[in-house]
Nanobody
Framework: QVQLVESGGGLVQPGGSLRLSCTGSRSIGASNGVAWYRQAPGKQRELVAM???????NYVDSVKGRATISRDNAKNTVYLQMNSLKPEDTAVYYC???????WGPGTQVTVSS
């Protein structure tokens, strides 16, 4: 089965940017797409953004205008570009392949001054 690994997280100041990567051990999202989720301490995991195999994208309202999800099929990678980061964006970010239901282990994003 596919393995997913997220990277690109870290500590960033409010207003800063990060680009998260989700790389698969094979081509990912070929059928149903790939989604990014996040889970903040004490909160439920929430869907942040998704991209289908045809390139359709969707975002949770709280990141619309600040986030861009994209894919590079040649690199088996889906990206999440996050701009104008806020402290409330602090969470562990996970990617999920929709067809298989496989999750990556997550990458921590901390937005703090």
């Amino acid at each position: 089965q596919v393995q997913l690994v997220e990277s690109g997280g870290g500590l960033v100041q409010p207003g800063g940017s990060l680009r998260l990567s989700c790389t698969g051990s094979r081509s990912i999202g070929a059928s149903n797409g790939v989604a990014w989720y996040r889970q903040a301490p004490g909160k439920q995991r929430e869907l942040v953004a998704m991209i289908t195999s045809s390139g359709y994208t969707n975002y949770v309202d709280s990141v619309k205008g600040r986030a861009t999800i994209s894919r590079d099929n040649a690199k088996n990678t889906v990206y999440l570009q996050m701009n104008s980061l806020k402290p409330e964006d602090t969470a562990v970010y996970y990617c999920k392949e929709m067809r298989s239901g496989i999750w990556g282990p997550g990458t921590q994003v901390t937005v703090s001054s």
